[in-house]
């Protein structure tokens, strides 16, 4: 009865190497989002989006990108991660309102 | 400038103790208010919320919050700890659309 999967759990990618991290979920909400936690750190958000409509964070670097093909799939792509974007990502989805965010579990990306 | 704040970085209780994890915060408004716990290497998940009304609001594993106006502050509270709640918790305020801002978190552990 998973509700946020994310996808893989553990990704380890090579400095500059493109990688790609996926969310799905099961709750059919209209907002998901892309938060990038480091070190126990709070979760800092990268981007949104409220159905399709995408909202960047003015301090997101360009490096990261999304996409969202439908309700359920969202995806972070990092064009370039260096050693400064190892770090847990972490998905979550809400409905529309003041309404709580539900997490994935998070993957956390590794950058040798 | 919008900001939540847990003043401590960790909070140590004996099991069987009540416990109190503090938060305050600054936003203009009447903002949402949450709470999240994360165990290690998992996404958070939502404990309990405060949109309107008693400002005490119960939530999830028998923790509570009580809200409180004038101080601006929103504590987190169990009357009898657990070891199980060990981990990291975070306060969240939503101050108007999809934004969401969290505390540093704080850490409790619970000792047997």
């Known amino acids: 009865d998973a509700m946020v999967i994310q996808n893989p759990r553990y990704q380890v990618t090579q400095f500059g190497k493109p990688v790609t991290l996926s969310c799905s979920q099961t709750?059919?909400?209209?907002?998901m989002y892309w938060y990038q936690q480091k070190s126990s750190q709070a979760p800092k958000l990268l981007f949104h989006y409220y159905d399709k409509d995408f909202n960047n964070e003015a301090d997101t670097p360009d490096n990261f990108q999304s996409r969202r093909p439908n309700t359920s799939f969202c995806f972070l792509d990092i064009r370039s991660p260096g050693l400064g974007d190892a770090a847990m990502y972490l998905c979550a989805t809400s409905g529309t309102g003041p309404y709580e965010q539900y997490f994935g579990p998070g993957t956390r990306l590794t950058v040798t | 400038a919008q900001s939540v704040a847990q003043p401590e970085d960790q909070v140590n209780v004996a099991e069987g103790n009540p416990l109190t994890v503090k938060c305050t915060y600054s936003v203009s408004g009447n903002p949402y208010l949450f709470w999240y716990v994360q165990y290690p290497n998992r996404g958070l998940q939502f404990l309990l919320k405060y949109i309107t009304g008693d400002n005490l609001v119960k939530g999830s594993y028998g923790f509570e919050a009580e809200f409180n106006k004038s101080q601006t502050s929103f504590h987190l509270k169990k009357p009898s700890a657990l070891v199980s709640d060990s981990a990291l918790y975070f306060c969240a305020v939503g101050p108007g659309g999809f934004k969401t801002i969290f505390g540093a978190g704080t850490r409790l552990f619970v000792k047997a």
């Open positions: 709750l059919n909400h209209n907002v």
